[in-house]
């Protein structure tokens, strides 16, 4: 027993061996891209693509990223302040609608929006017949298949994530010093630029960071609006091109983008800590805006829950009651049920293996396993595409390695086993998800008091049984949570599904990003606004978890 009410027993053996072998898991696909990529050495394609178009890929990467940063911060940023400092009409309505956009995958968004204001469509056919144009060059009219187009999307699709983690900090922020700084003449604007933005930095940093993860491994928001990236190079160049070394090479540039953004994370955080030096912070009251002030605060939090929720739900809708009659067919029961089936195994299995290390965590680790469990937590950073090369590859080896065993004692040729299973999918959706899932649990189960661990223990019970006598019924919704967050998740994930689904297999995610492809929107808008209906539920979850982030911070967090 320790001091402060921490109670630990000395590190346990198995669960620390079971969280080095997940970390082990977690790493497998890293390891495999970086020497895939030394192994094979440059293909004649690489000279090709350095010469041509990489240049280009890492340009549109990095563009798209700084203008996705640079919107996600100014929206989410100035929604939280709004809807948390200051009372104006309909201020409690944002408080929770400004998260619903997360309830859109970006490439539902970016269809949507092509089939809206491309050349062919309502908006752009109902200007040239009032103002009587004939052709594309009697006007001018924004391209939204474009990098900029990309860019608006994903702002809309991304911003919540700073919203919500910021809206938490403000929150959280004490409002003595904001009246201080009042006192000694700062006017709004300055005193939230000098004390209230300083001190949200470090969150603000994290929900940029997790923005920009989104936008580094996005695939159907690229694709649709043609903007070559290096994922959209690196699916060119491993399904188009055949080339399994360059694929890996641009994997490896890719990961480096991400590990340079966790690095960047970071140091930004750790130099940027702020604290309330008082225990009796004084949570401030909201000012009330009227007139003028009122009518913009509305607009500024109206226009992204317009554009990034209710426009594109009501041309789902649309398209569905226009065409949806035809379309409730066996088919589409069949792949929604496959995908209903697939994410509840995802999220069975995230949930189990994430629930095993954290507690495993709680009743002791090694020095190793609590190295291990920060490398078990980098997966949700792997963008999908990187994945699954990542994964394909020790599959792969694996199948040729049973195929010869077996060959060889039986003459049975076995062909591929795990590649392109249902298996290969799971494994991938873990090491992606196992973030979600443990991030969520481990806040839940810090709430729960040691002593009971040490009640539990005095009246005889082990550590398992304590687990599933004490702690798992006090953990029923936490667990539920983290069970609907992967769930969700992997119903919308596209670029890993895409590569590492069986033949033939369709899912909700690769159906609508299928049919959106060959433009036939009014087929995609049913099974999109089933994956909405699905991503309402972390919406709603996280709305909740806002309301009540100065009860219980660490979930709010935990959930983002």
Not at 532 to 551: M, V
């Amino acid at each position: 027993m320790q001091d402060s009410g921490t109670y630990q027993h000395r590190p346990s053996r198995l669960g620390s061996g079971f969280t080095i072998a997940v970390a082990g898991v977690v790493a497998l696909p890293i390891l495999s891209v970086l020497w895939s990529a030394a192994e094979s050495g440059f293909s004649p394609n690489w000279a090709h693509l350095w010469s041509t178009v990489l240049p280009d890929y890492v340009a549109n990467t990095l563009l798209l990223s700084f203008w996705v940063a640079l919107g996600v911060s100014i929206v989410g940023v100035s929604t939280a302040w709004l809807v948390t400092m200051c009372r104006f009409p309909g201020s409690g309505f944002f408080e929770w609608a400004l998260v619903l956009p997360m309830a859109l995958p970006a490439y539902v968004v970016a269809f949507l929006f092509t089939d809206l204001l491309d050349y062919a469509g309502p908006v752009q056919k109902a200007l040239r017949d009032w103002f009587e144009w004939r052709t594309r060059r009697d006007y001018w009219f924004p391209e939204i298949r474009s990098l900029g187009g990309a860019a608006f999307v994903m702002t809309m699709a991304f911003y919540p994530y700073v919203y919500l983690l910021a809206r938490s900090a403000f929150l959280e922020q004490s409002h003595d010093a904001w009246e201080v700084s009042r006192t000694l003449g700062a006017n709004s604007w300055r005193a939230f630029r000098r004390v209230a933005l300083p001190m949200a930095w470090p969150s603000v940093v994290v929900g940029l960071a997790l923005a920009l993860m989104e936008t580094l491994s996005d695939y159907g928001v690229v694709s649709f609006f043609s903007v070559q990236t290096l994922t959209n190079g690196l699916f060119n160049v491993w399904l188009v091109l055949g080339d399994r070394a360059a694929g890996a090479q641009m994997a490896l540039i890719l990961l480096v983008f991400v590990v340079a953004l966790v690095l960047i994370e970071r140091r930004a955080r750790s130099r940027r800590a702020y604290f309330a030096l008082s225990s009796r912070a004084r949570p401030g009251t909201p000012q009330a805006l009227g007139g003028m002030a009122a009518a913009v605060a509305c607009i500024v939090c109206a226009l992204p829950v317009l554009i990034g929720f209710v426009l594109p739900v009501w041309l789902l809708l649309d398209l569905a009651s226009e065409h949806g009659a035809g379309l409730l067919t066996p088919e589409f029961l069949t792949v929604t049920l496959r995908s209903l089936l697939l994410a509840a195994a995802a999220a069975a299995l995230a949930v189990t293996v994430a629930l095993g290390m954290v507690y495993a965590a709680r009743i002791g680790l090694s020095r190793a396993a609590r190295a291990a469990v920060r490398i078990a937590s980098f997966g949700y950073a792997i963008p999908g595409a990187v994945l699954a090369i990542g994964v394909l590859i020790p599959f792969g080896a694996m199948d040729r390695l049973i195929g010869t065993l077996l060959q060889g004692a039986f003459g049975i040729s076995t062909g591929l086993l795990l590649s392109g299973t249902v298996f290969t999918l799971l494994a991938a959706y873990l090491v992606r998800f196992l973030t979600v899932s443990h991030g969520t649990l481990e806040a839940g189960l810090q709430r729960v008091r040691p002593t009971l661990d040490m009640a539990a223990r005095t009246l005889g019970r082990g550590p398992v049984a304590t687990l599933a006598s004490v702690h798992l019924p006090m953990l029923r919704g936490t667990v539920l949570t983290a069970t609907l967050l992967v769930f969700v998740d992997v119903m919308k994930e596209l670029p890993a599904t895409l590569v590492l689904r069986p033949f033939n297999f369709e899912t909700l995610a690769t159906s609508v990003y299928t049919l959106a492809s060959d433009e036939r929107y009014g087929e995609a808008a049913l099974p999109a606004l089933a994956l909405t209906l699905a991503g309402l539920i972390p919406a709603i979850l996280l709305s909740r978890a806002i309301a009540g982030a100065r009860r219980t911070p660490a979930l709010t967090e935990a959930i983002a």
